[in-house]
């Protein structure tokens, strides 16, 4: 039940940005992105881990939110 709640998020956030300006779409991308691969890498790799998942996950959803 506990990682069902990040997945809604950005199933819930990648509908909400279908009317947005293309920079509102990757200023959201990076953020849901970063804060998706924060969790992910916290879990797996603890704080360093966390700042690499965060900053690769960033990169990432600003990339495929356009």
């Known amino acids: 039940m ?6 809604a998020l950005v199933v ?3 509908l909400s940005l279908t009317a947005c ?3 509102q779409r990757t200023v959201t ?6 804060a998706s691969g924060a969790l992910v890498g916290g879990a797996l ?10 900053a690769g996950g960033a990169a990432v959803g600003s990339l495929l939110a356009n």
């Open 2 to 7: 506990r990682k069902l709640g990040p997945i």
């Open 12 to 14: 819930i956030s990648a």
């Open 21 to 23: 300006t293309t920079t």
């Open 29 to 34: 991308g990076a953020a849901i992105g970063g």
């Open 45 to 54: 790799a603890g704080y360093g881990g966390a700042v690499i998942g965060g």
